[in-house]
């Protein structure tokens, strides 16, 4: 019960993911291929709101779910890390047709072959985490 409200934002998500064709693999390689702006104005209107959310999440000194203090990216980090990083995952995601939100939707929506991506994004953060203490950060 505790966690019902995500099991809730969580359905809310993956309807909005249908209905904005975010989950589509056809839209997401006419991204790629810049054939349509679709996908661009749905991360477009991501990044908006996640710039706005990270400045009220600052302004107003939100805390986590378990009341610690949010903490942001140190500024002193190299922004080579940012760009080799999203260039893997974005190499991912136009192998697979699919980011990690769409991915968990298109299972949902009975498309099952989205679960062996799913199973080696899952290998692809269990590797990580045994590694990253061995990764340039």
């Not at 904005?20 to 839209?27: K, P």
């Not at 986590?64 to 190499?91: C, M, Q, T, V, W």
Request: charged share 15%; with cysteine; proline share 4%.
């Amino acid at each position: 019960m505790k966690f019902i409200k995500f099991l809730l934002l969580g359905t809310v998500f993956g309807i909005v993911m249908a209905k904005s064709e975010a989950l589509s693999w056809y839209r997401i390689q006419e991204m790629f291929r810049f054939q349509a702006f679709h996908m661009y104005g749905i991360i477009g209107t991501d990044v908006t709101l996640g710039v706005i959310g990270v400045a009220l999440i600052k302004k107003y000194k939100i805390r986590d779910f378990h009341g610690n203090p949010i903490k942001f990216f140190p500024k002193e980090k190299s922004i080579a890390r940012y760009l080799i990083g999203g260039s893997i995952f974005g190499l991912g995601w136009a192998l697979s047709g699919a980011c990690p939100g769409p991915m968990v939707v298109n299972i949902g929506y009975g498309f099952l072959t989205m679960s062996v991506v799913f199973i080696f994004a899952l290998i692809g953060t269990f590797l990580y985490g045994l590694l990253k203490d061995k990764l340039p950060h």
